[in-house]
């Protein structure tokens, strides 16, 4: 992959093979909020650029019945991660070798609706790893979690071919970015960051330690459409979600592998982020040089 031409928003070189389009959101401006003044600033004022325009990614396959599911996966200095107790730790094969992350996408593809990547670098250091991105992009409908923290890394993450990127009340620097980076480009979707004491997560006033669904609203009066409710350190609260399901689509993170629960099928969620343990990561099959696209 060569680099160099052009850059993406923040001044990461954008690869070579990138193709980019300039089409206007649709829908046309977001509602302004009315009564929400105090959670979302109502002056606050982005324009549009044709550099915020992103690469098409392929078309989301869906679930036939119930919730969708989304395989997340973890990447830190391009390898593929799980977390334990004291951090996290590289996936080995039975063989004892490091787990190639596109080998891993190709074999979770056909058993799930899409992934959703953690990428550890852009969460710690604010340097998502664009290229992985851009080439698990190819091939999966993908979510970006990179820690976004400025609209701006939002829209990096959408030209490298991520089909939606997370924003987190968690990593965002104010709740004004969100703002800013529906403007840009609406395929976002906002994380609600839930605390042990059912309060929200974030870093800056107007979201700390307000309760979930007076967030959510706020967030739905952006414009944004889709909310992903992650609850820390909690067993998933299925009232809360089914109440955050009642205001448009929904989705819930930290799902286990396995059948899905009755609470997830009767919350009205639309989907959820499945963790995959290391062990099942670990003991997926390779793809046979013959089946795998890049051979």
Not at 106 to 122: H, Q
Not at 277 to 293: C, H, K, Q, R, V
């Amino acid at each position: 992959m060569v680099l160099g031409v052009g850059t993406f928003l923040s001044g990461v070189p954008l690869p070579e093979t990138s193709t980019v389009s300039c089409p206007l959101p649709p829908g046309g401006e977001p509602s302004r909020p009315t009564d929400l003044s105090v959670l979302v600033d109502p002056e606050d004022i982005y324009p549009r650029d044709c550099s915020t325009a992103h690469v098409s990614a392929p078309p989301a396959k869906r679930s036939t019945t119930g919730p969708r599911r989304r395989a997340a996966i973890t990447l830190s200095h391009g390898k593929l991660v799980v977390a334990t107790e004291t951090g996290y730790a590289s996936v080995r094969g039975p063989d004892g070798k490091f787990r190639e992350i596109l080998d891993v996408a190709d074999a979770l593809a056909p058993e799930y609706d899409g992934l959703y990547v953690v990428d550890l670098d852009g969460r710690r250091k604010g340097e998502p790893q664009l290229d992985y991105i851009q080439e698990l992009s190819r091939d999966a409908d993908l979510w970006l979690d990179a820690g976004v923290q400025r609209a701006d890394e939002a829209i990096d993450g959408l030209v490298a071919g991520a089909r939606r990127v997370v924003l987190s009340t968690a990593s965002l620097a104010s709740a004004r970015e969100l703002r800013r980076a529906w403007k840009m480009s609406q395929e976002i979707v906002a994380e609600l960051v839930v605390s042990p004491e059912g309060t929200v997560v974030a870093l800056e006033g107007e979201w700390v330690g307000r309760s979930p669904l007076e967030v959510a609203e706020a967030i739905r009066a952006v414009g944004v459409t889709t909310i992903l409710y992650s609850p820390r350190a909690l067993a998933t609260d299925w009232s809360l979600l089914t109440q955050l399901a009642r205001t448009g689509p929904t989705w819930v993170s930290g799902i286990p592998t396995g059948p899905l629960s009755s609470g997830l099928a009767g919350s009205g969620a639309e989907g959820a982020v499945v963790q995959i343990p290391g062990e099942i990561l670990s003991e997926l099959p390779a793809p046979t040089p013959s089946a795998d696209p890049r051979a």
